[in-house]
């Protein structure tokens, strides 16, 4: 179970990171598995950088082991409420590939378009979790970016200028980026709305390597568009817990 801590800092800042929760074994399993997934498709043999796979979890079991075979899944329900989150169907595989030279000029938020588009809004989700398959403890290794607070930053934009502006840049303030660092085995919980970017890998001889679950609740579908405007509208935990007041 979170602690009020936590929990609060995920309502301040849009991300945790939880240490050591994916059991051992799995860890063990989700890692062979990522080799024989490379190893049938591997990346070209001069590519550096973000190289990805996406799957689906029904086809793969070893890769959402890490999430729903031990902790990490009621984790993400401490923040979004028990049983109102779905089970992902896909698995994004995420490798980073030394050495990479990059330092992302700003974060975006996932979505399909770059600039605002006509058209319904799709393609958000509640939060993603993400387990570090490697250790990640120095900075400019592969790390994802985050940009804190800005889940709540973005939200306002929304409310501001209305869900109409959805697109993966909103022109929003932006506070200093912090690199996502932590050991195998640790969980990343994200809010949607958090900007995020890829980073640089040159500080580092390994590909560094995670798997990324994009989370919903059940209903999430039904309310895009009141979502982009209120943050903490999948979160009910989060609107009622004395922690976060």
């Known amino acids: 179970m979170l602690s009020d801590a936590q929990i609060k800092e995920f309502a301040e800042r849009g991300h945790i990171v939880v240490p050591q929760v994916v059991p051992g074994d799995l860890l063990d399993e989700a890692a062979q598995r990522i080799d024989e997934v490379a190893a049938a498709d591997p990346p070209a043999e001069d590519e ?18 890490p999430l729903t075979g ?5 984790l993400a329900e401490d923040l979004a409420g028990r049983g ?5 169907w896909q698995v994004q595989v995420a490798l980073n590939i030394p050495p990479y030279s990059h330092r992302p000029g700003g974060p975006h938020i996932d979505a399909a378009h770059a600039e ?34 800005t889940h709540l930053t973005h939200a306002a934009y929304f409310r501001e200028h209305g869900p109409r502006m959805f697109c993966a840049y909103p022109p929003i303030d932006l506070p200093e980026p912090e690199q996502i660092t932590g050991r195998a085995g640790d969980l990343l919980l994200a809010h949607y709305l958090l900007g995020h970017n890829i980073g640089g890998n040159y500080e ?17 579908a039904s ?6 405007q209120d943050a903490w509208l999948d979160y009910e935990p989060i609107r009622s817990h004395p922690a976060t007041a």
């Open 48 to 65: 550096r950088g973000p190289h990805f796979y996406f799957l689906e979890t029904k086809d793969e079991p070893a890769l959402i082991a």
């Open 70 to 74: 031990g902790p990490a899944f009621g």
């Open 84 to 88: 109102t989150l779905d089970v992902p």
């Open 116 to 149: 605002p588009a006509d058209g319904p809004i799709r393609g958000t989700f509640t939060l993603l979790a993400g387990i570090l398959m490697t250790d990640q403890l120095t900075e400019n290794a592969g790390n994802l970016w985050v940009w804190p607070g």
């Open 204 to 220: 580092s001889d390994q590909t560094r390597r995670a798997l990324y679950f994009r989370l919903s609740t059940t209903d999430h």
């Open 223 to 228: 309310h895009r568009s009141e979502f982009l």
